[in-house]
């Protein structure tokens, strides 16, 4: 626990500058930075810090860039001191980890694997999500879903459920400019009891949470 305790520190450390509850409060002339790639491409922000491009797939579209949060998760197995883990990493700036949760991102992943399952003309290549053009007539008809546009959806329920302090709601300003470089995440139990194999579970967490730990 102690090394890969120090091992995040460094990370933090060595990647953007931090932000906190007295600059964010003061300074009101900062705004979070607008994306600077073109709409469509794999530009991954933290490709030299917290997710090498060579471990992480990036999709970004004007509906959501998958890689501007990063996130660090604890999976574990019950009476293995993930607790005591979490309070090591939250003490760290700029990370906040929230408790457990029920495996409410096992539930949220019904949503995807239903729009990929369940949806379009009958063929597994036409559903909405692998569907790459608007269809403008019939009972399916849908606008195209950016790939990976889903990330954004599973990453805002995680932000949901872990949100900023209750002071910096309260607070006037958007939440999003508090938490610019803050890392986001989690620590469950439970993940591994949802109704999925060990490679879904792992390839719903490398598509929706690319840049994560």
């Not at 939250?90 to 409410?104: K, Q």
């Amino acid at each position: 626990f102690l090394l890969y305790y120090i091992n995040i520190y460094r990370n933090i450390s060595d990647s953007e500058d931090n932000s906190y509850l007295s600059t964010y409060t003061t300074n009101s002339s900062s705004s979070p930075h607008p994306p600077t790639w073109d709409p469509f491409n794999d530009t991954n922000p933290h490709t030299k810090t917290w997710c090498p491009s060579s471990t992480t797939k990036c999709h970004n579209s004007p509906l959501c860039t998958p890689c501007n949060r990063r996130h660090l998760l604890i999976l574990a197995t019950g009476r293995s001191g993930s607790t005591t883990l979490l309070r090591m990493l939250n003490l760290l700036p700029n990370v906040r980890l929230s408790g457990e949760n029920a495996n409410t991102l096992f539930f949220a992943s019904r949503i995807a694997h239903n729009l990929k399952h369940n949806t379009g003309t009958g063929n597994k290549n036409n559903t909405l999500l692998a569907q790459d053009f608007d269809r403008i007539e019939g009972a399916w008809m849908h606008n195209a879903i950016p790939k990976q546009t889903m990330a954004c959806v599973m990453q805002n329920v995680l932000y949901s459920l872990n949100p900023p302090p209750l002071e910096v709601q309260r607070l006037r300003r958007p939440v999003e400019e508090f938490d610019r470089h803050t890392i986001l995440g989690m620590k469950t139990i439970r993940f591994h009891k949802g109704d999925w194999t060990p490679v879904e579970a792992a390839q719903f967490l490398r598509t929706n949470f690319p840049c994560s730990r």
